[in-house]
Every structure is written in structure tokens, then in C-alpha cells.
């Protein structure tokens, strides 16, 4: 009896992650390997929150907690994901992990380490076997693992793509007023 109460458990869980799926859009997971790299990581949940990308940030090991890395990859798509962002340090396996199981894209963030100031993350995770791609940004580049989940997602929805269209106009913008503020600096104006 107690088993065909959890299956039936089991089954209004997958249920309500489905009706939640169809109910949220544009939304990514961030897992890290230690609370240790949430310093790093903030800077990606800050960019994707200007972008209106519902975000979710866990705490799954690869060594510690690997069945629950699995768990999680296995059934990041039921749950509304539509791309992960993995990111860790030392070994730096997790984005790997997360890759080889889920069919979704995966971002790998090499955290920078006290052991070979994030050389050895950034090793594991860009060195990936064929089949298991891991698109890979620099050591502690969470900006640049958000802004290129934006991207790998402006191609399904176009009001993201013009929001990043803006956001590179922006920064054009303020590269030339930095660049003005120089050259008025210079000639001492």
C-alpha cells in the first residue's frame, strides 16, 4: 500500500513540475559545487535578473552529493529548466556531470581556487569527451556565463534578444564616454 502511495506521490510531483513548466519561461539553473563560489556566483543571478530570466541557485556536489547531481540533471527539464549553468572549483566535475546526464545546454563556470588560481577548474571542465559538449566561459566569468545563457535563449525568445541587443548598445555607450573622459584628461581639460 505504501508503495503505490509514493508512486502515486511520485506522479502528482511530476504532474505539478509539468503544469509549472507550461506556466514559467526563460528560466535557468545555477549549481554550484560549494557555497564557497555564491561570491562569483551573484554577479551571474544579478545580470540574469536585469534580463527578467527567472533564475535558481542550488548547492549540489559532484564528489559530495553525486546522486543528487544526477537526480537533479535527469529531471532539470520536467522542471521547467532550459539550460544549466554548472559551476565549480578544484576538480570541477559537476558541469560534466551535469552535461553527461542532462540533454540540456550546459554552461561550465570555472571557480577560482586557491590551489592553481582556477587553472585545474577550467582544465576539468573545458576538457570534455565527444558527446558531452560543455560550453565553457573564463575562470570566475560569471557575467559571461549569464550573458551567454541569455543568448543561447534569445534564440527561442526574440524579447530577450532585443534586451541584449540593448544591453551591448549600452555598453558601447559607455566605452565611448570612458574613452572621452580620457582624452579630455589628457589634454587637460
Sequence with gaps: MAFVMIKSMKKVLIE?????????????????????????IKKSVKILKEF???????????????????????????????????????????????????????????????????????????????????ATVAINGAENAALLAVQILSVKYPELREKFRAYKKDMAKQVEEKDEKIRLQVKGK
Design 52 to 134: 527578467e530570466v527567472e533564475t535558481e541557485v542550488r548547492v549540489i556536489s559532484a564528489h559530495r552529493t553525486p546522486y543528487k547531481a544526477i537526480e537533479f540533471a535527469e529531471n532539470a527539464e520536467q522542471m521547467g529548466f532550459e539550460l544549466i549553468i554548472g559551476a565549480a572549483g578544484k576538480a570541477a566535475h559537476l558541469p560534466g556531470v551535469l552535461a553527461g546526464v542532462s540533454t540540456l545546454p550546459v554552461i561550465g563556470l570555472p571557480i577560482k581556487s586557491s590551489t592553481m588560481d582556477g587553472l585545474d577548474s577550467l582544465l576539468s571542465i573545458v576538457q570534455m569527451p565527444k558527446g558531452v559538449p560543455v
Design 16 to 40: 505539478g513540475l509539468k503544469l509549472k513548466k507550461e506556466e514559467k519561461f526563460m528560466k535557468i539553473a545555477i549549481i554550484m559545487g560549494s557555497d564557497s563560489d555564491y561570491d562569483v
